[in-house]
């Protein structure tokens, strides 16, 4: 499977959304309105339709919920992930919006960390497919997120993989010891990574990347050389830091500063509204 990302778990996909060929947007939404009883049946996963603007069109129950609405979608009409998303989330997932909407790129299988209710992180697997119109002008995008975060006791190994997964994420700026980690889970280098794959659908280097690259949107909000973000990430080479970063979130970390700077003269309480 080709990815944007450089993020997938080629064993279980996330759900794939194939091109429209409608007139409008609004077409479209016709479209999608005829499944939203099956999109909205579903608690874990996330559907959505966002214009050309990056505003929800149409989102189901679920996600309508997560951002403290219950169940009214309409609430969200109208609004970028970055109003209704905190901040350290929101911006990331409009700044990906955007970069989609401008290149034309599918988003495959991208490795996410969403909110769960009562605002616990969890972790989602998440595709994004552009929609055109009958000239083949982008319109929009339209979405699905499956949760990855499995219930304790769904799998023997659980406890012990999340302490493997928390240890990553406090230890994210040294490079990746298998052996450290498969002892500290009790098992063999090749059953550690049979078990995440199985538990979590992703790699344990893949939840190193994705929690370095978190850190790094945060960081580049206050460090003003990229260089020092990157090695404050655990990355030794800046170059190779700023090629998985584009990546991963679609567009450079100067150009994803920009973005947030773009975007600075907004209050934060619109930002973190009703999270």
């Given at each position: 499977m080709?990815?944007?990302t450089g993020l997938t778990a080629n064993d279980a996909p996330a759900p794939s959304i194939a091109p429209l060929p409608g007139s409008t947007l609004a077409d479209m939404l016709?479209?999608?309105a005829l499944l939203a009883p099956v999109f909205d049946a579903m608690p874990d996963i996330v559907f959505f339709v966002k214009d050309r603007e990056a505003r929800y069109a149409?989102?189901?129950r679920t996600l309508a919920r997560r951002c403290g609405h219950k169940d009214d979608k309409a609430a969200l009409l109208g609004k970028t992930a970055e109003d209704v998303f905190p901040r350290r989330f929101g911006r990331i997932y409009t700044a990906q919006d955007q970069a989609i909407i401008a290149q034309g790129h599918q988003l495959i299988d991208q490795l996410e960390l969403h909110l769960y209710p009562g605002r616990e992180p969890g972790w989602c697997m998440t595709c994004k497919q552009p929609l055109h119109d009958s000239q083949g002008n982008i319109?929009?995008?339209a979405g699905i997120s499956r949760d990855l975060q499995a219930a304790e006791?769904?799998?023997?190994a659980y406890s012990r993989l999340a302490a493997v997964v928390q240890h990553i994420q406090e230890n994210y700026v040294h490079p990746l010891n298998m052996r450290q980690l498969a002892?500290?889970?009790n098992m063999s280098i090749a059953q550690l990574e049979r078990y995440f794959h199985k538990v979590f659908h992703l790699t344990p280097r893949q939840v190193l990347l994705k929690t370095r690259l978190d850190a790094a949107t945060a960081l580049l909000v206050t460090h003003d050389k990229v260089t020092d973000v990157a090695a404050l990430c655990g990355y030794t080479d800046h170059s190779a830091f700023t090629r998985q970063f584009k990546a991963t979130v679609g567009i450079t970390p100067s150009e994803y500063r920009a973005l947030l700077q773009s975007g600075a003269?907004?209050?934060d309480s619109a930002r973190d509204a009703n999270v």
């Open positions: 080709t990815s944007t016709a479209h999608f149409m989102v189901n319109v929009g995008l006791g769904t799998h023997p002892q500290m889970a003269t907004r209050p």
